[in-house]
Every structure is written in C-alpha cells, then in structure tokens.
C-alpha cells in the first residue's frame, strides 16, 4: 500500500537523524537551509555570467536598504514570542507584531514615494529608482515571514521553517534566472519572490494549526503585549538596527564611495562566506534560542554554551583557512575571471566571518539573560567602527585598505562580545580563546600540502596530488565529526 511505503520511508528517515533533540532538530533547519543554498550557489556561476556587477550593485543597494528596514518591521517585538508560557499570550504578542509590521510598511511607502530618488542618487545608485516601489512590497513579506517564524520557532516546527527556506530559494532563482532579460528588475523581483513564498507559506501553516489561539486575541490583550514586553523596542530594535546597519551598509557604502561595481563584488564576497553562517549558524541559534532558557533556570548554560562553542570553531576554522590561501584562484574558477577580486576581499573578510559564525548564534543570550543594553552598546561600537573603517578608505580611494580596516576593525569588536558571552555564562575566560587555537592547528595540519604548493610554487602535477589530498582530508575530518554527532 503506498500509505504503508510512505510510513516506511519516514521511518527511514527518522533513524538518518541524530540521536540528540538539539542536534536532531539543527540538522533538520540546516537541511532545508542547505538545499535552498545548493540552489543558489548552483545557480550563482550561471547568474554571474547573465547580468553584470552593475546589476549585482543594484541588487546588493536594494537588500542593504531592505534590510535596514526589515530590522525594524516589527520593532523587534517578533522576539518576545517565544517567551510567554500560554499560546494566547503568544498569539496576543504575534498579532502585536503583525500590526506594527502593517504600519511600518505604510511609513516606508511615504518615504519612498516623497524621497526615493534622491536617496538613490545619494548612493551612487541612480538605476534603482525604477524599482524602488518594491522596498515598501519587500519589507511587508520579509517582516510577515519573520514573526512567522518566530511563532514557529516557539512551537518548535522547524521542519516548516526548512521547508520554507527550500520554497524561498526555488521561487528566487526561478525568476531570476527566467527573467533575465529584464536587467536588474529580474535580481529584484526573485529577491522579493522567495520573501513571497516562505511569508505566504509559514503564515498560512501558523495560523492554520493555531487558529484557537489567534481567535482569542483581543484589542486589550495586544495593548497588554505591547507594555510587557517593551524593552524589546526599546533596546533589541536599537540593537538589531544597529547589527543590520553594520551588517548591510558597507555594500551601499561601497557603491556610494568608489562604484556600484565594487559594491557586487563585496557583495558576491559577502555571499560566499555567509554561507556558512546561514546553513549552521542560523539553525543552530534558532534552536539555541528555544533551549537556552531552560539552561538558564536550570544552571547548565556554562556546559551548553562552552560545547558549541568548541562545534562551531571546529567547523569553521578548516574552510576559513581555504580561503586564506586561494581565495582569488578560488573565486576566479568558480565565478568567471572578472570576479577574482572577491577573492581578495574575501581573504580579508574571513577572519571576521569566522568570529561571527561563532559567536552569532551564542548572542542570543542577550534576550534570554534580558541583556539587550548590552548587545545595543556592542552592535553600536560595531558600526562605529565599521563605517569609520569605509570612510577612511573612501577618503584614500583605497578599496583594498577599506575592505582590510573593516575587516581587522569587525573582527576585534566580534573577539570582545565573544568574550563578554562567554564570561557572562560562567564560563572561565579561556573558554573563548582556546577552542579557535586548538581548531586552528587542526586546520593548518589540514590544507599543509595546499599550503606547500603555493608557497613553493611547485608543479602543476604536485598541486593536484595537493588539492587531492586536501579534499580526502576534509572528508575524513568532517565525516568524523558526523560520527559523533549520530
């Protein structure tokens, strides 16, 4: 009976899962993350070669202003929902967010329609000013998707939350790549597309499996919601501003001091190594978020946060070093020979990347230790330095020397929350550089023959035999670090 082989095949694929729910539930969020990368980085050759960095700089202006905007979509209330204890509580706090979502759509909108063209033409970026309607379009998805996310993150549905990330990825490529002859738009409208698909679906699966819940929700409960939890707004929505600004404004910044073309490029650089960040890291913080609380109450958040930690530096630290030694050849095979110098800018990025994987995930300890000054205090530093680290560039009109003080200047600021993370979950202070030493001799061990033929310059046949050896062991490494996990 085909009801019989389905069962069977579930089956099958709950025995393939870790054993640990923590790790069981990680590896369903990076699964469907991963898939919704695949596709993506499969695609990115093909793209690279149909529109060129004017158009990615267009595209990267267009999601560096959306996500300044998204950070604010709901004034960070989205992050409460996981917290209360009742569901009506939750729905109360959801439908909170939903409104505040819908009002700063509208203000967006005003903004646009009254200031658009001369914030575009401020950024260097005149050619986005046809397409500006679709920022007001984009933040009512991307800020829909998110407190449905959250709601799902609290229910702990994290296979709807994968399956989201896949619809995403499929329905963005889809257009960009069918739509290609429409320039820019196309990039454009497949971004806002896959915001489309995973608000749409998330919000209908929410509501519909807690239809009790939302139905209960009255004018006086959301004013209830908006009071308790108002130090979201008041310090998470500074804070995340802050983390996004910081996070999306050096591919405006790039256009606006040296050219929309080196703004694609930061951006097919920025790309590449957030991937990482978003196939584990995220997973790992969304389900770190709905343990850490409990940790907490029950005095195990120094073991919980000393473990991952140790995970996530292992994980890391052997592609980080990769791309310390062939960032360029690396981006110049994969993306064609105009895109090398993301390369570069990746070389110096890295070390940064690395610091964020880490820590980002474990940062979400400020909600639930109810530090959200603190983290508003680090992200403001943050972009303090990174904005003053591209104006001094710009100022020189060296766009090397401003990727390399961004990169050296975020870098330090992600050692010191990471510090302050591991210091507040009673860990001892060694805790936050000894796992990145021990990582690091592994990895070094890792890439050594890659390392000796570019140091030595040695034969075309030995750098095969090399990078052969290199990838066998990155296999044996990463397949023994599965062992363990199941």
């Keep these: ?147 449905f996310r959250y709601w799902a993150i609290r229910t702990r549905a994290f296979p709807a939350i994968a399956r989201t990330k896949l619809t995403q990825a499929i329905s963005m490529v889809g257009v960009q790549l069918g739509a290609y002859t429409l320039g820019p738009l196309a990039l454009l409208l497949g971004q806002t597309t896959g915001y489309a698909a995973g608000a749409s679906r998330l919000g209908l699966l929410s509501v519909r499996r807690n239809w009790d819940a939302f139905r209960q929700v009255r004018l006086a409960d959301i ?48 790309r590449v190594l957030a991937m990482p960040i978003q196939l584990l890291g995220k997973a790992i913080a969304d389900v770190f978020f709905s343990s850490a609380a409990e940790a907490h109450r029950n005095g195990d958040l120094a073991p919980l946060v000393s473990s991952i930690h140790r995970k996530l530096a292992h994980i890391a630290m052997p592609p980080i070093f990769l791309l310390l030694l062939a960032g360029p050849d690396l981006f110049g095979s994969v993306f064609g020979a105009d895109w090398r110098q993301a390369g570069e800018f990746a070389q110096w990025i890295a070390p940064c990347v690395y610091l964020i994987f880490v820590t980002s995930p474990l940062s979400t300890l400020f909600s639930v230790m109810e530090k959200q000054a603190q983290w508003m205090f680090f992200q403001g530093v943050l972009l303090v330095v990174r904005v003053g680290a591209l104006v001094i560039g710009g100022l020189q009109n060296d766009l090397i020397l401003a990727v390399a003080l961004f990169a050296i200047g975020s870098a330090l600021c992600w050692a010191g929350i990471l510090i302050w993370i591991v210091k507040a979950s009673g860990n001892r202070l060694g805790e936050a550089w000894r796992p990145t030493v021990t990582a690091a001799l592994v990895a070094a061990l890792l890439v050594a023959p890659l390392a000796v033929y570019y140091w030595l310059e040695a034969p075309w046949g030995y750098g095969l035999f090399a990078l052969s050896v290199t990838v066998l062991a990155f296999a044996a490494y990463y397949g023994r670090m599965l062992r363990r996990v199941w």
């Design 1 to 147: 009976m085909p009801s019989a082989a389905a069962n069977k095949l579930k089956e099958a694929a709950r025995r393939l899962l870790p054993r640990s729910r923590f790790a069981r539930s990680v590896s369903v969020l990076a699964g469907g993350t991963a898939m919704g990368q695949i596709i993506v980085v499969a695609a990115s050759p093909i793209l690279t070669r149909l529109y060129s960095p004017e158009d990615f700089g267009v595209l990267a202006v267009y999601i560096g202003l959306l996500g300044l905007l998204a950070v604010i979509a709901s004034l960070s209330y989205q992050f409460a929902i996981p917290l209360p204890k009742s569901d009506k509580e939750a729905a109360s706090v959801t439908a909170l967010c939903l409104l505040v979502v819908l009002g700063m759509t509208a203000i967006s909108a005003a903004i646009v329609w009254a200031w658009g063209e001369p914030i575009a033409m401020a950024l260097n970026t005149p050619a986005l000013v046809p397409y500006l309607w679709l920022l007001p379009l984009g933040l009512l998805l991307i800020g829909v998707y998110e407190v």
């Design 223 to 270: 004013r209830w919601a908006a009071t308790r939890y108002r130090r979201f707004p008041i310090y998470s929505s500074w804070g995340g501003l802050f983390d996004k600004v910081g996070t999306e404004l050096p591919a405006i910044l790039f256009a606006a001091l040296f050219s929309p073309a080196a703004a694609g490029i930061y951006m097919l650089a920025q």
